[in-house]
């Protein structure tokens, strides 16, 4: 497999675990109000989307600044999913009961490290700053 084919994949591993993110976030509007009351929107996790959103698409442009910030927010998320592991009751108030929402984040964490990993793997990618 070429390179660009594989920074190819990286990148839609990124984009898959956007969208996966966009659900967690309609998933935590419902959860918060079974109706989608605009007036229970979600505030943070809209914002954390737009955020992973414009990090995403500058990466995808190639921006160098930008895998950085990536790889730091994903590094964060990740000790930040370990530390939730480690207080079940942490994991209840945040991911919701059933488990869906860990399993969604989950997912979401397992693509970005991939993405990345895969992105970062191929100097020849963005080469732009």
Same mark, same amino acid.
């Given at each position: 497999?070429?390179?660009?084919?594989?920074?190819?994949?990286?990148?839609?591993?990124?984009?898959?675990?956007?969208?996966?993110?966009?659900?967690?976030?309609?998933?935590?509007?419902?959860?918060?109000?079974?109706?989608?009351?605009?007036?229970? $929107?979600?505030?943070?996790?809209?914002?954390?989307?737009?955020?992973?959103?414009?990090?995403?698409?500058?990466?995808?442009?190639?921006?160098?600044?930008?895998?950085?910030?990536? $790889?730091?927010?994903?590094?964060?998320?990740?000790?930040?999913?370990?530390?939730?592991?480690?207080?079940?009751? $942490?994991?209840?108030?945040?991911?919701?009961?059933?488990?869906?929402?860990?399993?969604?984040?989950?997912?979401?964490?397992? $693509?970005?490290?991939?993405?990345?990993?895969?992105?970062?793997?191929?100097?020849?990618?963005?080469?732009?700053?």
């Amino acid at each position: 497999m070429a390179r660009h084919n594989r920074a190819g994949i990286g990148v839609n591993l990124l984009w898959v675990a956007l969208v996966l993110d966009g659900v967690a976030t309609v998933l935590a509007w419902h959860r918060v109000s079974p109706g989608f009351a605009l007036a229970r $929107l979600p505030i943070l996790a809209v914002v954390g989307f737009v955020i992973w959103w414009f990090i995403t698409a500058e990466v995808v442009a190639g921006r160098a600044w930008a895998r950085v910030v990536y $790889l730091l927010l994903t590094m964060l998320e990740v000790l930040t999913v370990v530390g939730i592991s480690w207080m079940p009751a $942490l994991a209840d108030v945040v991911l919701g009961p059933g488990g869906f929402g860990g399993l969604l984040a989950a997912t979401k964490l397992v $693509l970005q490290v991939a993405g990345i990993g895969i992105i970062l793997a191929n100097p020849a990618f963005g080469t732009r700053t």
